[in-house]
């Protein structure tokens, strides 16, 4: 996964994707439609890496950073929301939980 790997091992297609997708589909080649989870940090979490693993018979649980796009406004930070709630968001087989902590 160093600098100069380019994802030599991926295909076509899947070169298209982001640096941090790519890695994961790198690092999970051995496990694939083996129905594991795989857990990652806010670097690597996007929708386009959860729905390529699902695709490939894989879970993924990760934490989004607020500033990704695929985050929907009302689930970003919000004054009025009571500290320790919990919301929660479903589509195409994902879920969002946003955290809310003290200010």
Known sequence: MGKNS????????????TKPTKSVLCLVAPILGSNHNITADNWFSSVELVRELRRRKL??????????????????????REVGSSMYGFADNMTVVPRTKEI
Not at 6 to 17: C, I, Q, V
Request: glycine share 8%; proline share 6%.
């Open 6 to 17: 380019g994802g030599m091992a991926l295909s076509d297609e899947e070169r298209k994707f």
């Open 59 to 80: 879970t993924y649980t990760g934490t989004l950073k607020k500033n990704k796009r695929e985050v929907p406004k009302q689930f970003l930070p919000d004054k009025t």
